[in-house]
């Protein structure tokens, strides 16, 4: 393909090839997980799998790649699916307008990857839980906002988080169920304790550095991964 023929020259055809038949689910395509997939497509990914239920806010402007005036109160992931058909109009793409939680029927298991990006604890604990159970690799997204250095994002076991409220929750809970470790990308940076009122809970402050930064490092470990898996 012409258009991938500078990352052909970088990983080769063999494994460009490879990339093109491995199916990747994103689960939450706001400001981390809109970059993922955004990267994933752009680094050969052939077939991916978005599931997200929000629509584009005001408020997503400053960060979120889905977020631009013109597609304000439209679904996220039918925007996302339109710029990535722009980028590569041979992607197999699908969606769901959903909400992911313990009543989510999805089979995970059709996936070679799971990427979690989802902010609600409860969904995030119950889609970890599942692709554990089922031998599903999956990498998860911690917390993001109200940071401002990307150099600070990294990949690691979340028993080695540290300075990262929601990596501590979601590693108290995990431990209640027997499950000790979990790939996941967070900041060692330390975050300034803002939370902004906005549509009716509270949020936390945020830039278009961290976010995106998180969504690249996610996007890059699972391919490096793919890869290396090939290679065995």
């Known amino acids: ?28 395509v706001g400001g981390v997980g809109g970059m993922v997939a955004y990267s994933l497509v752009r680094s050969g990914i052939g077939q991916i799998y978005l599931i997200d239920h929000d629509t ?6 400053n960060r979120q790649i889905v977020a631009y005036q013109s ?3 439209k679904k996220k992931i039918e925007v996302l699916k339109e710029l990535l ?38 969904s995030k604990l119950c889609l970890i839980e599942r692709c554990l159970l089922n031998d599903v690799k999956i990498i998860s ?17 979340i028993s080695k988080t540290y300075n990262d409220p929601l990596a501590k ?35 936390p402050a945020s830039s278009c550095f ?8 996610i996007g890059s470990f699972v391919i490096k991964d793919l890869l290396e898996e090939n290679n065995d």
């Open 56 to 61: 584009v806010n005001i408020t997503n402007l």
């Open 71 to 73: 597609t304000i109160g």
């Open 169 to 203: 929750i979601v590693r108290i809970n995990l431990r209640k169920k027997g499950i000790n470790h979990l790939k996941v990308c967070f900041s060692t940076e330390t975050a300034k304790k803002i939370l902004i009122k906005e549509d009716n809970k509270n949020s």
């Open 85 to 122: 058909l722009d980028i590569n109009p041979h992607l197999n793409i699908e969606i769901s307008d959903e909400f992911y939680d313990e009543n989510s029927t999805i089979d995970l298991k059709q996936f070679d990857y799971v990427i979690d990006c989802i902010d609600s604890v409860p």
């Open 210 to 217: 961290v976010p995106n930064a998180f969504g690249l490092a």
């Open 141 to 157: 997204s911690m917390g993001a906002g109200n940071r401002l250095d990307p150099t600070k994002v990294v990949i690691t076991d």
């Open 1 to 28: 393909m012409e258009e991938f023929k500078r990352l052909e020259a970088l990983i080769g055809e063999t494994n460009f090839n490879k990339l093109q038949n491995k199916k990747i689910c994103v689960i939450g």
